[in-house]
T-cell receptor, first 109, second 118 residues
Framework: QKEVEQDPGPLSVPEGAIVSLNCTYS??????FMWYRQYSRKGPELLMY????GNKEDGRFTAQVDKSSKYISLFIRDSQPSDSATYLC?????????FGTGTSLTVIP | EAEVAQSPRYKITEKSQAVAFWCDPI?????LYWYRQILGQGPELLVQ????????DSQLPKDRFSAERLKGVDSTLKIQPAELGDSAMYLC????????????????FGNGTRLTVT
């Protein structure tokens, strides 16, 4: 079993839709949770960084962590064509990072 | 905003040749990582440095890959000889945290070097 599971998609939504991206994990030691956005031929860009359970909001993005269910989510409100990218979840315990495979998102104008 | 610098952006080489990638992390970041990313997959760790010391190279194919960070700042990743299966994106990341009393902090990535081995 992989440390982090992420549905690869692809996910296609109309502009303005609410997008929900999710990851599950198996290691209860993970304490830090991240979402990265990766455009084609670019490196991953940090979007959200959270510690332990709860919600964090930044503009149109909300990160949610449920440690009891070992489940994290990223919500994108009012999605824009510029949000079209691959979204990677990542988790960390001490100094090691574990990544999902990424979900490919396309927002159709 | 400070960035992780990587060069070259693209590299095409023939199998059995040697290639080298360079990374300059965000100033002050003590921890540096090299990842390999195959299309459609998440990044996989090759090697992790804390300052100039290797912390984790358990996934580095040491028969052909080498990495160094001599002065604890920039780093070089080398492949010799390159094989067809090495074609991938090689990403460098840095972090200001992890270990030695530093608070945890997330990874910041460069734009990578896309390697094609023919």
């Amino acid at each position: 079993q992989k440390e982090v599971e992420q549905d690869p998609g692809p996910l296609s939504v109309p502009e303005g839709a609410i997008v929900s991206l999710n990851c599950t994990y198996s290691n209860s030691a993970f304490q830090y949770f991240m979402w990265y956005r990766q455009y084609s031929r670019k490196g991953p860009e940090l979007l959200m960084y959270t510690y332990s359970s709860g919600n964090k909001e930044d503009g149109r993005f909300t990160a949610q962590v449920d440690k009891s269910s070992k489940y994290i989510s990223l919500f994108i409100r009012d999605s824009q064509p510029s949000d079209s990218a691959t979204y990677l979840c990542a988790m960390s315990a001490s100094n090691q990072f574990y990544f999902g495979t990424g979900t490919s998102l396309t927002v159709i104008p | 905003e400070a960035e992780v610098a990587q060069s070259p952006r693209y590299k095409i080489t023939e199998k059995s040749q040697a290639v080298a990638f360079w990374c300059d992390p965000i100033s002050g970041h003590a921890t540096l990582y090299w990842y390999r990313q195959i299309l459609g997959q998440g990044p996989e760790l090759l090697v992790q440095f804390q300052d100039e010391s290797v912390v984790d190279d358990s996934q580095l194919p040491k028969d052909r890959f080498s990495a160094e960070r001599l002065k604890g700042v920039d780093s070089t990743l080398k492949i010799q000889p390159a094989e067809l299966g090495d074609s991938a994106m090689y990403l460098c990341a840095s972090s200001g945290g992890q270990g030695f009393g530093r608070a945890h902090s997330p990874l910041h990535f460069g734009n990578g070097t896309r390697l094609t081995v023919t």
